[in-house]
C-alpha cells in the first residue's frame, strides 16, 4: 500500500510537531510491508533520519510564508497525492488537502479554537472554523489524541462517533533514564535556572492560564515565605504573551520567576527531573504532552482537571479546578511540604508514564491505515 504523511510540521516545537516527528520515525522503523511517501521541508532534521530506508520516500518542499503553504495544501498538494498515487494520505496536524483520490486520515488534536475561542487570534481562529470541520467530514478516518478530543468532536462537529480513533501520544524511553550530566550546567549556561523550582512547561499563551497560575505562586509565597521554591517558565512567547510578564511585575515576584525559551531535548529532560514540582494548569488540551514527559521524567504534577488531562494523570498527580486560584495555591503547597507524599506521586506518575509511548502510537496508526486502505 502506498501511504503518504503530510510532516511539515514535524520540526515545529509544539507537541503537534513533536507529534509528526515521533510518528514518522517510529513507523519507519517499525513497517517495511507498505510505502511511505513524506513531504516535509527540505531542511528538516527527518531529511537524516529517514536517509536510506527503502520504503521511505522524501517529497522535500520548499519553507513557505503561512498563507503560501495554505495554498500549497489545499491546491497543489492534491495533485502530488494523484501523481505519486498514493492510496492512504495523513495529515497529522488538523488539515486535509483539497479533494484529492487517496483515502484520507486526519488528526484533531484538539478543538479549543471552538472551546476558548478568546485565546486564539483572529485568522487562526477563522482559519480552524473554515478548515478543521471540512478535514472532519472528508476524512476516512478521524484520530483524536484523547476520549475529550473525540467527544468535542462528536458535540461540536457532529462527526460520528464511529470513524473515530483515539489514539494517544506518547513518551521517549529517554525520558525514564538519568539526563546526562553535563545537561545541568548546558541548562544554566542558557538561563539562571534556580536549585530548587516548580516548572511548567508550555507556550506563552492564555489557554496555557499561566497568569492564574501566577496568581496560585504568589499565594504560596505567602504561606510558605521564604521556603518558596523558584518558578520556572519553559516555553515560546506566543499569542498575548505580554499579559504573563506584565502579571509578574504586578505581583513584584521579581527574580523568583525564571523564564526560557524552548532548550533542547537533553536540557529540557534535566530541568523536568530536577524540578520539586511541575504544574499544568491549562484550559484545555488534547493530550498534554509536557505534562506525560513530567510524569516519566519522576516528578510530581499538578494538573488542571479539565479536557484530557485527567486521562493522563488519573490517579497519579493531583487535579485542581484551573479556575480556582486558592485551592491551586493549597494543593501546591501541600505537596511542596509533604515530602513522602510527593515522592510517592513522583514514583506512581513515572509508573503511568510507562502505559504510554510512541512505538504504541505508530502501531494503532498504522491499523488505521490498513484498515482504511483495505
Known amino acids: 500500500m502506498r501511504i503518504g504523511i503530510n510532516a511539515l510540521s514535524a520540526e515545529n516545537r509544539s507537541g503537534t510537531g513533536r507529534y509528526a516527528t515521533e510518528l514518522v ?33 522524501l517529497s522535500r518542499q520548499p519553507r513557505r510564508s503561512r498563507l503560501t503553504r495554505i495554498i500549497w495544501e489545499q491546491v497543489r498538494l492534491p495533485k502530488l497525492i494523484a501523481r505519486k498515487h498514493l492510496e492512504v494520505f495523513h495529515a497529522p496536524a488538523f488539515v486535509l488537502p483539497g479533494r484529492c483520490a487517496a483515502r484520507m486520515v486526519t488528526t484533531v488534536h484538539d478543538l479549543v479554537f471552538m472551546r476558548y475561542p478568546e485565546t486564539f487570534g483572529y485568522f487562526r481562529r477563522n482559519y480552524f472554523h473554515w478548515a478543521i470541520p471540512r478535514s472532519a467530514y472528508r476524512a476516512a478516518r478521524v484520530i483524536a489524541d484523547s476520549e475529550a478530543t473525540r467527544r468535542d468532536l462528536v458535540d461540536l462537529f457532529g462527526v460520528t462517533a464511529e470513524r ?67 518558578l520556572v517558565l519553559v516555553g515560546r512567547k506566543g499569542w498575548k504573551y505580554g499579559e504573563v510578564f506584565s502579571r509578574i511585575a ?67 498527580g493531583v487535579l485542581v479546578d484551573p479556575f480556582a486560584v486558592e485551592a491551586t495555591a493549597e494543593a501546591m503547597t501541600a505537596l511542596l ?34 484498515d482504511v486502505g483495505s
Open 337 to 370: 511540604t509533604d515530602h513522602e507524599r510527593r515522592a510517592a506521586l513522583a514514583e506512581r506518575a513515572r509508573e503511568r508514564a510507562r502505559g504510554f509511548s510512541w512505538e504504541l502510537t505508530a502501531r494503532r496508526t498504522l491499523a488505521i491505515y490498513q
Open 164 to 230: 473515530i480513533a483515539v489514539v494517544p501520544l506518547g513518551v521517549g524511553a529517554e525520558y525514564f533514564e538519568p539526563a546526562p550530566p553535563e545537561a545541568v550546567e548546558q541548562a544554566r549556561a542558557l538561563f539562571p535556572l534556580p536549585e530548587r523550582y516548580i516548572l511548567t512547561v508550555g507556550t506563552i499563551e492564555p489557554r496555557k492560564n499561566l497568569v492564574r497560575l501566577l496568581d496560585a505562586y504568589a499565594a504560596v509565597r505567602k504561606r510558605l515565605k521564604t521556603d518558596t521554591p523558584a
Open 25 to 57: 520515525r517510529h513507523l519507519a522503523r517499525l513497517d517495511s510491508q507498505n510505502d511511505y511517501t513524506i513531504f516535509l521541508h527540505d531542511d528538516s532534521p527527518l531529511c537524516k533520519t529517514l536517509r536510506g530506508v527503502e520504503n521511505v520516500h
Open 250 to 316: 504586578e505581583l513584584q515576584l521579581g527574580g523568583d520567576v525564571v523564564w526560557s525559551d524552548f532548550l533542547p531535548d537533553d536540557v529540557v529532560r534535566a530541568v523536568y527531573q530536577r524540578a520539586a514540582l511541575f504544574v499544568c494548569l491549562s484550559l484545555h488540551e488534547g493530550f498534554g504532552l509536557p505534562l506525560l514527559e513530567a510524569m516519566a521524567s519522576g516528578t510530581a504534577v499538578v494538573a488542571s482537571d479539565r479536557s484530557s488531562m485527567p486521562e493522563v494523570v488519573g490517579d497519579a
